[in-house]
């Protein structure tokens, strides 16, 4: 069975462009979360989607949005990029919305914003 | 809310040494427990979890991790590392009450270092 893939794999932008990066769960998941990852402030909570709904979302700003298709492949959104941007975005998947269910996690993508 | 702390930033050992990453968590609600591992540019691998039952869990490469409620730990052992344990250590908890899918709040991280 495959893992969790991510889309691209390093990304390098401009500070107010925007960026959509892509996450395609194990097949059968249905739960899909996404973290940032900084060595400043680890590893943080962005948003989580299970059956094309927002279920949770961490701490941050509007910028930063999401959304599940019906394949619950999930994108993820970063408007009018900061330099603090710069991090290593996680996707992971999960069977279920249950908070028991492991969560499995693809190899991240690299967004370096100069 | 919760949070977790990891108490050592980075933990240097020898091979074939036995090796203890500390954890302690705080919550107002009840928790699940996870160690995770991340490998150079690589994304997280789970190690083991706690649900329920046996404070002892057993996990892959060797691992293992004891939940002690009292004192609100969740300590991660292994009786003799490898080189190939070198790698980044992430303990992580999430609110067994929420009712929505895992929502991990992660400690910062221990660097095992094993040298020959």
């Known amino acids: 069975k495959a893992g969790v893939t991510q889309t691209p794999r390093y990304l390098i932008k401009t500070r107010g462009q925007q960026v959509t990066l892509s996450c395609s769960p194990i097949?059968?998941?249905?739960?899909v979360s996404w973290y940032q990852q900084t060595p400043g402030q680890g590893l943080q909570f962005l948003f989580e989607?299970?059956?094309?709904?927002?279920?949770n979302k961490g701490n941050f700003p509007g910028r930063f949005s999401g959304r599940q298709f019906s394949n619950s492949r999930s994108e993820m959104n970063v408007s009018t990029l900061e330099l603090g941007d710069s991090a290593l975005y996680l996707c992971?998947?999960?069977?279920?919305?249950?908070?028991?269910?492991?969560?499995?996690f693809g190899p991240g993508t690299r967004l370096t914003v100069t | 809310a919760q949070s977790v702390t990891q108490l050592d930033s980075q933990v240097p050992v020898f091979e074939e040494a036995p090796v203890e990453l500390r954890c302690n968590y705080s919550?107002?609600?009840?928790?699940?427990l996870f160690w995770y591992v991340q490998y150079p540019n690589q994304g997280l691998q789970l190690l083991l979890k706690?649900?329920?039952?046996?404070?002892l869990v057993k996990g892959i490469n060797g691992f293992e991790a004891e939940f002690n409620k009292s004192q609100t730990s969740f300590h991660l052992r292994k009786p003799s590392v490898h080189i190939s344990d070198t790698a980044e250590y992430f303990c992580?908890?999430?609110?067994?009450?929420?009712?929505?899918?895992?929502?991990?709040?992660f400690g910062t991280g221990t660097r095992l270092q094993v040298t020959l």
């Open positions: 992971a998947s999960s069977l279920s919305a249950s908070s028991s269910y492991e969560q499995y």
């Open positions: 097949s059968g998941h249905r739960s």
């Open positions: 989607y299970f059956s094309e709904t927002q279920r």
């Open positions: 919550s107002s609600v009840s928790v699940y």
């Open positions: 706690y649900l329920s039952g046996s404070t």
């Open positions: 992580a908890v999430s609110d067994k009450t929420s009712g929505t899918a895992s929502k991990l709040t």
